[in-house]
């Protein structure tokens, strides 16, 4: 018997006994992640699916739709339903079908010309997506959602401002989506390609860079697709989420209504941090001043 046999003889009945003990006290033992029985089911029941690189793209455009189209349903009832029209934002302009089939137009054109391509050239080049056994635990699913919500709202925070500050940056880029003095659910993409392909690429590099599990990511990407549409939507429920968080620290569709308003404020898509930092932040109220601006020229709408 070598040195190393004769450990093993040795050792393995202490080692034995040690993961017994814990089996019975519940230490060391890694303790499974509320979200594993849920993960377990997915991969079990749709894994092919989960590995396509399509899947992202799928469940991106499926809640956005179906954010836009609960949002728009609530924008026609909300004329002859005054109990639903008095949570609007401007209750006197009600959305109009002229209103709903531009901004359609557009998404459709920018879905057709370049998110329908960018799914294929996923779909034909990037291998399957390696799908992980554990699923996160708990906390490092929210904490993953949370930092990747800083880090996004930080990166369009600057994008924002630049394509505010920089006029040929305005015009070539950012007006299409100021055309809107009061926007509705399906503003929300109603973008240039240039700003659709800027925040398509951070909502996907973020997690990366953060190191979220695939779960994380995904759970991200529909959050930031529901808050964009949250934003746009023109109501100010009582259970938004700027009325949950405390401190005024969440931005919500007042702000961002007032930003498509006075486009010198509210730059920042989910909190108001930077805004206060950089003094562009603005709580909205009823005698607001809504003269045409420098930057209101180009709207069509004013
Ligand atoms: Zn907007
Ligand atoms: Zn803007």
């Not at 080692?15 to 079990?44: A, F, R």
């Not at 291998?127 to 880090?151: E, N, R, V, Y």
């Not at 730059?267 to 603005?282: E, I, K, V």
Request: aromatic share 16%; glycine share 4%.
């Amino acid at each position: 018997m070598n040195a190393s046999g004769l450990f093993g003889c040795l050792a393995l009945p202490w080692i034995s006994h040690l993961d017994v003990s814990n089996l019975i006290l519940g230490l060391e033992l890694p303790e499974q992640s509320i979200l594993q029985p849920g993960w377990d089911y997915l991969l079990q029941y749709y894994q092919a699916e989960l590995r396509s690189p399509l899947f992202p793209v799928i469940i991106s455009i499926s809640t956005y739709f179906l954010m836009v189209t609960i949002y728009t349903v609530l924008d026609l009832l909300a004329p002859s339903w005054p109990s639903l029209n008095r949570y609007r934002l401007h209750p006197d302009r009600p959305v109009t079908w002229e209103n709903i089939w531009t901004t359609l137009g557009l998404t459709a054109y920018n879905h057709l010309m370049y998110i329908f391509p960018a799914a294929v050239g996923q779909w034909l080049w990037r291998p399957p997506i390696p799908l992980p056994p554990d699923a996160p635990s708990l906390m490092s699913f929210l904490l993953g959602i949370l930092g990747c919500t800083i880090l996004f709202d930080f990166q369009y925070y600057l994008w924002h401002l630049l394509h505010h500050r920089v006029a040929w940056l305005y015009r070539t880029f950012h007006v299409v989506h100021h055309q809107y003095l009061q926007p509705f659910s399906l503003v929300t993409q109603y973008l240039s390609a240039w700003e659709l392909i800027s925040v398509g690429f951070w909502t996907t590099v973020d997690p990366v860079l953060l190191q979220c599990h695939c779960l994380t990511s995904w759970a991200f990407m529909m959050f930031t697709i529901c808050i964009a549409a949250e934003d746009h939507c023109g109501y100010d429920f009582p259970w938004s989420l700027h009325r949950l968080v405390p401190f005024g620290l969440w931005g919500g569709p007042p702000k961002h209504d007032a930003h498509h308003r006075m486009p010198g404020t509210n730059f920042a898509p989910f909190f108001s941090h930077w805004d206060w930092l950089a003094g562009t932040h603005l709580v909205p109220t009823s005698t607001e001043d809504t003269s045409v601006t420098e930057d209101l020229k180009w709207r069509n709408d004013k």
